[in-house]
């Protein structure tokens, strides 16, 4: 949000924040990367998402979103999942 705000659209900018918003394991994780291994946002996006992903699956359908239905007695996470 930031970067938008200023109007950076710099790849090379994202790159060199994206190093400060990390910490913990994520943070060993890219340390370890090779260097200059990403040369966009994109790229170190799609794998760092893919290296900590959880390992399942979501089920979801239009007819599990379709059959949700809300009152103002009921909240969203009220509803299970069938």
């Not at 918003?21 to 996006?45: C, H, I, K, M, N």
Request: glycine share 2%; aromatic share 16%.
């Amino acid at each position: 949000m930031w970067c938008s705000s200023n109007s950076i659209i710099e790849d090379s900018i994202y790159l060199c924040l994206f190093q400060h918003t990390l910490t913990g394991v994520d943070f060993q994780w890219y340390v370890d990367q090779p260097r200059a291994t990403y040369s966009t946002l994109e790229t170190l996006a799609t794998t760092f998402l893919s290296y900590f992903q959880l390992s399942f699956d979501y089920d979801i359908s239009i007819e599990l979103l379709i059959s949700f239905r809300q009152n103002s007695a009921t909240h969203l996470s009220d509803h299970g999942r069938e």
